[in-house]
């Protein structure tokens, strides 16, 4: 598989595109300078303890105040605090690699029983605001590497599922073991696999040192706080999907072009060749065909083969689905399997959308209704197979006896939305227009007043077609009329871009009149 990645750098926002073999399949805007980033460690301030919910809310900064649930304090959350208490109160720094980590922390206790308002506490990012709601949190530090992922208060050395080869599950567990100093665990990321030991014992050191730099930022701050900013939304992204399917890095921002640069020369060397800095007269999104795709992908309606296409629906709770058919009904005359192409079809273009606009939460798919079971089997089969290489955590469950399938889907971030709506030219958002049968006696008026206070000789109107045909009909036309009757030579301009009843008047000039 072909990836690309497009970078559109604005004074507002960074806008990536990745593209996998010419589809456009994940569209990221990072605001700049917004803060709250998923990742994200800050010094919080405890407001108020929930009971009932066994939670607390937690002022980071953000104008909402974050959340934080008991089970999200994490098994080391005592430890942790007693370090917090320690470089709040203005001591010396105490050697992290030497403290001794206290029993973990049960799962069914009171949240109440550990925090208290006014409280400061050591958080990290788990989920940016969405919607109404403020920041999601989590006292389960952990940092993220290319290869690895830094679990400080930890001893374990954990390997990801998708690395089967027992003898490199064995290699990795002993680099780990060769570097990691005590009360540091690792989890050793897919990405780890086949690469060289001097590699992976440079990751693991650079996050030490990465929370090294944590520690000493809560010495010296006060709660709120922002203690350590994750990496860029472009750095992430990079760190995470960078490999040997990567075919370019195109930006078009030489700031952002030399940070990517040397960002990839620091974790792949070899790669730095791949990222190009863009410098043609065409936006880059439209040299490289992104803007025609995100227009007709984020629309309600999305097409997919022989006139089948989907409606996708957002509310508050979750998101709908509804598969149609379209004109394949009509043309095919084996119903079930009609219904099995446009439902497969559907799946694919779905997992794609799923990606691209970070749809997450609950999702339910209405497909074309399946009478056979081996057919509604191979459908649950193929959308797993279709959301395989999503990086979000999910869950697809089978067809329900409606024919609805559910998903769940990670949601760490805001919904990806492109707004497809202009404004009315007619009303211009009002949502009131003048009636057609008034428009020619305003037309009129305002010609009157030009010519009979202005002494103008001359209008030329540029209106749209539909006005145009309307003022021009007939023999004895409505121009016609007004130029003997205001003694005026009257050139009617037609205007596919003029509302509807807008009329713009112009002297002989063409200066504008107002």
């Not at 974790?267 to 040299?287: C, R, S, T």
């Not at 795709?293 to 022989?306: A, D, E, H, N």
């Not at 959301?387 to 399938?405: C, E, Q, V, W, Y």
Request: proline fraction near 3%; charge should be positive.
């Amino acid at each position: 598989m072909n990836k690309e990645l497009i970078i559109n750098v604005t004074s507002n926002e960074i806008t990536i595109a990745l593209f996998e073999d010419k589809q456009l399949v994940e569209l990221n805007k990072e605001k700049c300078k917004t803060g709250f980033a998923v990742g994200d460690i800050y010094l919080g301030k405890v407001k108020k303890i929930m009971p009932g919910l066994n939670a607390a809310f937690v002022n980071v900064g953000y104008e909402k105040d974050a959340f934080i649930h008991y089970l999200d304090l994490g098994p080391q959350f005592t430890t942790q605090q007693k370090l917090v208490n320690i470089l709040t109160n203005n001591k010396k720094i105490p050697n992290f690699e030497t403290m001794r980590l206290d029993k973990a922390m049960g799962k069914n206790g009171k949240i109440s029983g550990f925090i208290a308002s006014g409280q400061s506490i050591l958080v990290q990012i788990a989920k940016e605001a969405i919607s109404t709601k403020g920041p999601r949190l989590t006292c389960d530090m952990s940092l993220a590497g290319r290869n690895v992922v830094l679990i400080p208060f930890s001893n374990k050395v954990s390997i990801s599922q998708k690395i089967r080869s027992a003898e490199e599950r064995k290699r990795l567990k002993r680099i780990a073991s060769e570097v990691l100093p005590n009360n540091y665990g690792v989890i050793i990321r897919t990405a780890a696999m086949g690469q060289q030991d001097e590699e992976i014992k440079h990751d693991i050191l650079s996050l030490i040192e990465r929370w090294k730099k944590v520690i000493s930022g809560v010495r010296n701050s006060t709660a709120p706080a922002l203690i350590l900013n994750e990496e860029n939304r472009t750095t992430t992204i990079i760190r995470d999907l960078l490999n040997g399917s990567f075919s370019s890095i195109c930006i078009d921002d030489q700031t952002v072009y030399e940070e990517v640069r040397e960002y990839i020369r620091t974790i792949a060397p070899e790669k730095e060749k791949i990222v190009k800095l863009y410098k043609g007269n065409v936006p880059i999104f439209d040299n490289f065909d992104v803007s025609k795709q995100i227009m007709s992908l984020f629309s309600k309606y999305v097409s997919l083969k022989k006139g089948a296409y989907l409606i996708i629906e957002h509310t508050e709770a979750l998101h709908v689905v509804d598969v149609n058919s379209g004109n394949r009904a009509k043309v095919d005359n084996d119903q079930e399997q009609t219904a099995m192409d446009v439902n497969l079809a559907a799946a694919a273009e779905i997992a794609r959308q799923l990606r691209l606009r970070d749809m997450g939460g609950i999702i339910v798919i209405d497909f074309i209704d399946l009478h056979k079971s081996e057919n509604r089997t191979a459908l649950v089969e193929k959308m797993r197979e279709m959301m395989a290489n999503d990086r979000a955590k999910h869950t697809i469950l089978p067809l329900s006896k409606f024919g609805l399938m559910q998903i769940t889907r990670q949601r760490v971030r805001p919904e990806t939305h492109i707004d497809m709506r202009e404004t009315c030219p007619a009303c211009h958002g009002t949502g009131l227009v003048t009636p057609a049968a008034l428009l020619d006696t305003q037309i009129e008026k305002q010609i009157a007043y030009y010519a009979k206070e202005k002494k103008l000789d001359y209008i030329k109107l540029r209106v749209n077609p539909v006005v145009a045909a309307f003022l021009t009909k007939g023999v004895f036309s409505l121009r016609l009329r007004w130029m003997l009757k205001y003694r005026c030579a009257i050139r009617i301009v037609k205007n596919t871009t003029t509302g509807i009843i807008e009329t713009r008047y112009f002297n002989r000039k063409d200066e504008e009149l107002f």
